[in-house]
């Protein structure tokens, strides 16, 4: 699924792929949509087909051997590409070693992240975020991780994605809490700057940027349908927020089902 930042008037606009077919699902809101996964998956890195999907889309063999399905791709703290254990230096230099933004967002309520530059709004987007703001420009992934990991000790970095989904969450004043986490964190920024040099952090002055969604009615109780329970997934369309949609039956990560090959009927 993509999906394209909006603005203030318009929300976030979604796109599904499903085969050839791209459908544009900001237009069906409040239609009858049924989802029937046919038993298929392919890998969405190499397209062959396999049983069961891995890291959310790839097959065994891609699992095990790609760069962006290793450990150090969720724990960029752990890279380890200096070491010379790196499994595609190539890709690890193109993606890794980029300018990686450090934000503050508010998806289920205050939390810090990582990402590459380019990545953004579509990282926001992606965890159904209403409001973000970029605090720090770094290097390089490894040394994001290691901003990341001093936030970890005073603000959370996961989405609570109940809370998310039922759109119960109170707006924040981003740049306070900028300001209030940088003083806290003032000393081991100091020291970590010295350790991987002065200019490799550098503070953002960015304005915070608010994210909308098109959502007809949020969920009050959240039931998650899932393809490899069930593989037919069918309701009217209430709404589309971080990669879910939510429908009058349930709400669907797709992201979770990656390379799943699913037939769309739309009435
Ligand atoms: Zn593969």
Not at 32 to 57: E, N, P, Y
Not at 110 to 125: D, F
Request: proline share 6%; hydrophobic share 35%; glycine share 8%.
């Amino acid at each position: 699924m993509d999906i394209v930042p909006g603005d203030a008037e318009t929300p976030a606009q979604y796109t599904l792929r499903a085969g050839e077919q791209r459908i544009g699902l900001n237009a069906h809101l409040g239609a009858s949509l049924r989802l029937v996964h046919t038993g298929a998956i392919h890998c969405v890195h190499c397209g062959r087909a396999t049983r069961k999907s891995f890291a959310q889309g790839y097959c065994y063999p891609c699992f095990k051997s790609l760069a962006q399905c290793d450990t150090c791709i969720v724990k960029p703290e752990t890279c380890h590409y200096h070491l010379g254990t790196c499994r595609e230096p190539a890709w690890g230099e193109q993606h890794c070693f980029q300018p990686h933004v450090v934000y503050l967002a508010n998806s289920s309520g205050l939390k810090v992240g990582i990402t590459r530059k380019t990545q953004l709004p579509t990282r926001w987007l992606d965890q159904g975020a209403i409001q973000a703001l970029p605090i720090l420009e770094v290097d390089n992934r490894l040394q994001s991780g290691l901003v990341e990991t001093l936030f970890k000790q005073v603000v959370g970095d996961r989405t609570n994605w109940r809370a998310m989904l039922k759109g119960d969450v109170a707006p924040l004043d981003l740049p306070a809490e900028r300001d209030r986490l940088l003083s806290a964190l003032d000393q081991e920024l100091a020291s970590l700057k010295q350790r991987v040099g002065e200019q490799a952090i550098g503070t953002l002055t960015e304005p915070p940027v608010e994210l909308h969604y098109p959502v007809l009615e949020s969920p009050r109780k959240v039931v998650s349908h899932n393809f490899d329970k069930s593989p037919e997934v069918s309701g009217r369309l209430m709404g589309l927020k971080g990669q879910y949609l939510i429908f009058d039956t349930g709400v669907i990560n797709l992201r979770k089902f990656g390379g799943y090959e699913v037939d769309v009927a739309i009435e």
